[in-house]
């Protein structure tokens, strides 16, 4: 039909209006455009039917394939899935290229357009869609292709359970790309398919707990770790699982449950090396916030041990960055901000952005302590940018702390409470115990540094409330509260939280104790001043605590003058 028929066809059809003096038509209505479309749509389809409809046989079959793929494919993957030789496809392949079926694009066969893949499968029968998706999932886990588009062909099968597993692999992978939602949505999908039971169930779960984590989504992310266990019941997978709640608690909610928990997996982890160090390594970074050094170091040794025996280079190298934390804690400042920062070097070279953040941010926290503030801040801001790219809200509220406290060394108390506030209300979203307690230091140090002792000795004592169990947080609060209320000439309260602070926190922690100590002996005119700041004044500096030096300087100062 020539086209100024069809033109006067539809225009006898109430689509068209007559043509102008130029000679150009156009539609009659915006509603006879819809129906004009809609009808040349219909026709298109028609047509492509027809076409497809003229190819039997092996041509049929592989342009049913093409059309379930959706993509370019090679000619070797195409063929397997058709059960042909190469030679024997080429046949077919010519066959619907030269009807405008098929194409060869840059990375292999697909269809020429995707309405001819709509069409074609809209075409096909349940059991040959069914029976060709099959085809194609075996031909992609033979060749270990892409997971997501396995689960999609397995369930296209009906074949729910290998669907399932397809997604678990796939979860796992989008974690390991730091692909957070990706791997969330991929888990949700692989719970969703009717196919995940018992051990394929757990990973999902487990995954999606990760995912969540990562996103700041605690409470579910617990929830999902709890309904993993469950669903195994015993051995190394278990204790993994117990692995990572343990991990979960240990920050956000309570060190000690977290420790327990630990032990439990490490009762499941039996002997199974992998799952022995996995457990080790969490429970040694534990002890070592449980101020329990000897432990820790032992533990993380033999974790090591069994890493570097079977080759996992990024678990020796998660060991190396606990060390480092331990040395931190509990010896030298100096030497544990040099590890950390080599650990956080490590991570970097390895691709393993979401690593960084912690031993970056840590390292910063260290060179503050070392009365290094303007590196400390440049590291901490490295660690924040990191946490920000990668959307990682935990690692947010963690560099927002330390680069506050290194904003109030410079000097800068305004930016310092700010970022203490910006970091509180990410963590008190995450529903975070831990990093809201810091998020309370930190604002806590600002107000010091401002001159409103009120408004100071509130955040110390909100942080204190929150760190039950978190040893050295509760340390600092208390000794900060302490330093405080001798500010404010409340001796007999200072004198309690100072009692607090010295019983308990790591070596880390206990500097500041020590300070309060001092500042309060001095304000008492304690006849055993001397000796308590000449303490506090060692230990400090054998430990590289620069930063408390000049406040201890000025307590002898005051000492000496009012002897």
């Known amino acids: 039909m020539a086209v100024a028929e069809v033109l006067r066809l539809l225009h006898t059809e109430g689509l068209l209006e007559a043509a102008d003096a130029g000679g150009r038509w156009r539609a009659a209505s915006p509603e006879a455009a819809a129906r004009a479309r809609q009808a040349g749509r219909t026709g298109q389809r028609r047509a492509i039917g027809d076409r497809a409809a003229a190819h039997t046989g092996q041509a049929a079959t592989v342009l049913a394939l093409l059309a379930l793929l959706g993509r370019e494919v090679s000619a070797q993957t195409l063929a397997a899935a058709a059960e042909l030789s190469l030679p024997e496809l080429l046949g077919p392949l010519e066959e619907l290229a030269a009807a405008n079926l098929v194409r060869l694009g840059d990375h292999g066969w697909r269809t020429a357009h995707d ?36 689960a999609r062909h397995w369930l296209g099968a009906g074949d729910v359970v290998r669907a399932a597993e ?83 608690d240990s920050g956000a909610d309570d060190m000690r449950r977290a420790a327990e928990v630990a032990e439990l997996a490490l009762i499941e982890a039996g002997g199974d090396d992998q799952a022995r160090a996995s457990v080790l390594e969490v429970a040694s970074v534990i002890d070592m916030n449980l101020d329990h050094p000897e432990r820790s170091a032992a533990r993380a040794a033999e974790a090591l041990a069994i890493y570097t025996r079977t080759g996992d280079s990024r678990g020796a190298a998660r060991i190396l960055d606990a060390r480092a934390m331990a040395a931190f804690l509990h010896g030298s400042i100096e030497e544990g901000a040099d590890e950390l920062d080599r650990a956080a070097h490590l991570f970097e070279s390895s691709g393993d952005l979401m690593r960084t953040v912690t031993p970056r941010s840590t390292c910063g926290h260290g060179r503050v302590l070392l009365d290094r503030a303007a590196q400390g801040l440049a590291d901490t801001e490295r660690a924040l940018d990191v946490a920000r790219t990668l959307g990682h809200p935990d690692g947010q509220t963690y560099a927002l702390w330390h680069r506050s406290e290194a904003l109030s060394a410079l000097g800068r108390p305004d930016d310092a409470l700010a970022d203490g506030r910006a970091a509180l209300a990410i963590a008190q979203r995450l529903n975070h115990r831990g990093w809201t307690a810091t998020a309370w230091r930190a604002i806590g140090i600002a107000c010091q540094n401002k001159g409103d002792l009120p408004a100071a000795l509130d955040a110390f004592h909100r942080s204190l409330e929150l760190s039950t169990n978190l040893d050295l947080f509760g340390c600092w609060a208390a000794a900060r509260a302490a330093l405080t209320c001798i500010d404010l000439n409340r001796l007999a309260e200072a004198e309690r939280l100072i009692a607090r602070a010295l019983a308990s926190g790591p070596a880390l922690g206990r500097h500041e104790a020590r300070w309060a100590a001092a500042a309060l002996s001095v304000a008492q005119r304690d006849p055993s001043a001397a000796a308590v700041l000449g303490t506090a004044f060692e230990a400090a500096s054998a430990a590289g605590a620069r930063l408390y030096l000049p406040y201890l300087t000025e307590l002898r100062h005051r000492l000496e003058t009012a002897g």
Request: hydrophobic share 50%; no cysteine.
């Open 166 to 248: 397809a997604y678990a692999r796939a979860a796992a992978h989008a974690l390991d790309q730091v692909a957070d939602a990706e791997a969330d949505q991929l888990a949700d999908a692989g719970l969703a398919t009717g196919g995940a039971d018992g051990p394929v169930r757990a990973r999902l779960l487990a995954a999606r707990a990760q995912a969540r984590r990562r996103r700041g989504d605690i409470a579910a992310a617990r929830d999902d770790l709890r309904a993993a266990a469950a669903g195994y019941p015993g051995g190394s997978a278990r204790a993994g699982v117990l692995a990572q709640l343990a991990a979960l």
């Open 115 to 150: 309405m001819v893949a709509e069409v074609v499968v809209d075409g096909l029968t349940d059991a040959t869609r069914a029976r060709l998706h099959a085809r194609l999932a075996t031909v992609l886990d033979v060749e270990h292709g892409d997971a997501p588009e396995q």
